[in-house]
């Protein structure tokens, strides 16, 4: 143990991560983006977390990350709109000239996108997850949210916190 901490002192550069050109604090503070380990973010509605992590997850994917979005608030259609005007830095909703050019360009990211859509158990979830890395290689997930996916199931928990520590526990045990 001793020699495995002395190596991440000498050669810190080699854990660091994959940076986030969009946000280079976060980049600095998480050390990038690294398989393996899992962020939750947290807050009240309205924030912006499904921004920023639609921006995080398409700084990742421009640079090869399959990425995997699991969105049980927003259905698909209307996040992948979100990012398209993101990514391509546009409103469409102003003007379509170049959507065509952009969305040829959008589609060419390793994004793939969970079929679920609101309250869902989570061992589905996690089965599907299983599924997209091993058919997709995909290394980065995104659930986005927790409160919408677990709705008011409680099932043998007493409080709705209990099962979103539960969810939490397989998640972690999932990364």
């Known amino acids: 143990l001793r020699a495995q901490v002395l190596d991440e002192f000498v050669n810190a550069d080699g854990y660091k991560g994959l940076r986030s050109p969009s946000f280079p604090t976060l980049t600095r503070i998480l050390k990038g983006f690294r398989r393996g380990e899992m962020t ?14 639609s921006q995080l997850s398409l700084d990742y994917a421009q640079q090869g990350v399959q990425t995997l979005w699991g969105s049980f608030e927003i259905p698909n259609a209307r996040l992948a709109k979100r990012m398209l005007s993101q990514y391509a830095r546009k409103d469409f909703s102003r003007s379509i000239a170049d ?17 679920f859509f609101g309250m869902t158990e989570v061992e589905k979830v996690i089965d599907a997850m299983d599924y997209a890395i091993y058919v997709y290689d995909v290394q980065h997930v995104l659930l986005d949210n927790l409160q919408f996916m677990m709705g008011l199931q409680q099932g043998s928990f007493r409080t709705k916190f209990d099962a979103q520590d539960y969810a939490l526990d397989l998640f972690r045990k999932f990364s």
């Open 40 to 53: 939750v973010v947290t807050g009240p509605t309205g924030v912006g977390k499904t921004s920023f992590l």
């Open 99 to 115: 959507f065509n050019d952009s969305a040829d360009q959008f589609q060419e990211l390793p994004l793939y996108f969970l079929r």
